[in-house]
T-cell receptor, first 115, second 109 residues
Framework: DAGVIQSPRHEVTEMGQEVTLRCKPI?????LFWYRQTMMRGLELLIY????????DSGMPEDRFSAKMPNASFSTLKIQPSEPRDSAVYFC?????????????FGPGTRLTVT | DAKTTQPTSMDCAEGRAANLPCNHS???????VYWYRQIHSQGPQYIIH???NNETNEMASLIITEDRKSSTLILPHATLRDTAVYYC??????????FGQGTRLTINP
């Protein structure tokens, strides 16, 4: 199994530009999570999906952030417009629902730099 | 929701057992404790979890006190590759993992 796949691994963009981060969860997993990690705030849960449906988006910082999961094998996190304070490492994770739902598998992350 | 408290950093000699404490005095009876770790520049990795009984797997052992107010993660024979930030996480329900600052464990040769 290839694990959780994220792209791009690094993204540098200018303030005001749209940024789209992509995630492919582990095949067969039906829960998907987006996290953001910064030095100041640590690792924060932004949003998670069960069976492609958003369950909790209370961690999404503001309307500039949106996430979609059009099918079981793909999700996007979009920032529009981007700001320097959005610079962080964004992780995607997936898990199976049910008794092992706590065991989340994380991708390698996307390092976003907004200048 | 159980809050957890961990030391900021710890050191351990290679080959020795690394014992990482976690305080979760507000944990309720049906809340699990999960442990994850994050090696530099990688995503977090699940290690182990427990409710009441001590648990062991191929990575580590988890010792939970009888009153469940604290626990200890044990890496029995630490290697340099175990250098990482270790997170003790109280069950937040509904699949949510809330990561604190964790313990930065350094394994020294």
């Amino acid at each position: 199994d290839a694990g959780v796949i994220q792209s791009p691994r690094h993204e540098v963009t200018e303030m005001g530009q749209e940024v789209t981060l992509r995630c492919k969860p582990i095949s067969g997993h039906n829960s998907l999570f987006w996290y953001r990690q910064t030095m100041m705030r640590g690792l924060e849960l932004l949003i998670y999906f069960n069976n492609n449906v958003p369950i909790d988006d209370s961690g999404m910082p503001e309307d500039r952030f949106s996430a979609k999961m059009p099918n079981a094998s793909f999700s996007t996190l979009k920032i529009q417009p981007s700001e320097p304070r959005d610079s962080a490492v964004y992780f995607c994770a997936s898990s199976s629902a049910g008794v092992r739902s706590y065991e989340q598998y994380f991708g390698p992350g996307t390092r976003l730099t907004v200048t | 929701d159980a809050k957890t408290t961990q030391p900021t950093s710890m050191d351990c000699a290679e080959g020795r057992a690394a014992n990482l404490p976690c305080n979760h005095s507000t944990i309720s009876g049906n809340e699990y404790v999960y442990w994850y770790r994050q090696i530099h520049s990688q995503g977090p990795q699940y290690i182990i979890h427990g409710l009441k009984n001590n648990e062991t797997n191929e990575m580590a052992s988890l010792i939970i006190t009888e009153d469940r107010k604290s626990s200890t993660l044990i890496l029995p024979h630490a290697t340099l590759r175990d250098t990482a930030v270790y997170y003790c996480i109280g069950d937040q329900g509904a699949q949510k993992l809330v990561f604190g600052q964790g313990t930065r464990l350094t394994i020294n040769p």
